[in-house]
Structure formats: C-alpha cells, structure tokens
Nanobody, 130 residues
C-alpha cells in the first residue's frame, strides 16, 4: 500500500492550492481516504475525508468547510483537496491517509480520529505567506 501526496507549495494568504494523493496497492472503493495536517507544535488534525464505501460521502472540519473541497477519481485512484481562501492557520504539512471502510465506518468513531487510519503518506508542505 502506498499513498503519495503532491501539490504542496507556498501561496499567498487568500490564494488557492490543490493537493493530490495518489493511492496504490489496495482496493480503492473499499477505503475511506482522509486529509490531515500538522503544524509545528500542534497536534495532527483531520481536515477532510471521503468515504468511498459510502458512495463518496464527504466530511470536513468546521474550520475548512466552505473553503476546502475533497474529491476523488476512482479510476485513477487519486484523491484531491482543493483549498481556497487560504489563511495563515492553514499552513502545515498535509498528509493523506486511508482506512478500510464500510458504509457506517464513522458512526462510533469520527472520521477525524487519526488513530483509525492504517496507511499514511509522507506529507506535503503548505506554506501561507502575506
């Protein structure tokens, strides 16, 4: 199993960026893929998730909802995170992660719990400047 993130860059506040996560080695349709981020001195936090086992149901952290959009291309085994109106607080290393999933995977444990996820990428850096 491999997850490889790309697309991290330095962007001005208010700008946009799209991150990509290339997945391989597992049956994409049976997994949920999440985006997490970690800034220096802070805990890793869930940003967004798409559950392919639940018809592509999407989830967002409240502090990114309306600004970020998660999507996937199942044929290419790619998951994207479109980030708009970037704020200084969005600067972090962004990781994609995958967990074997079902339709009700996140009923008892929230999608944003990083301990759920079995596979992780190496991360991609997002910097937001003034």
């Amino acid at each position: 199993v491999q997850l490889v993130e790309s697309g991290g860059d330095s962007v001005q506040r208010g700008g946009s960026l799209t991150l990509s996560c290339a997945a391989s080695g597992f049956t994409f349709d049976n997994y949920a893929v999440g985006w997490f981020r970690q800034a220096p001195g802070k805990e890793r936090e869930g940003v967004s998730c798409i559950n392919h086992a639940d018809d592509g149901t999407t989830y967002y952290a409240t502090n990114v909802e309306g600004r970020f959009t998660i999507s996937s291309d199942n044929a290419k085994k790619m998951v994207y995170l479109q980030m708009n109106s970037l704020e200084f607080e969005d600067a972090a290393v962004y990781y994609c992660a995958a967990v074997l999933s079902t339709r009700d995977r996140f009923i008892y444990t929230g999608w944003g719990d990083s301990t759920l996820y079995e596979y992780w990428g190496q991360g991609t850096q997002v910097t937001v400047s003034s």
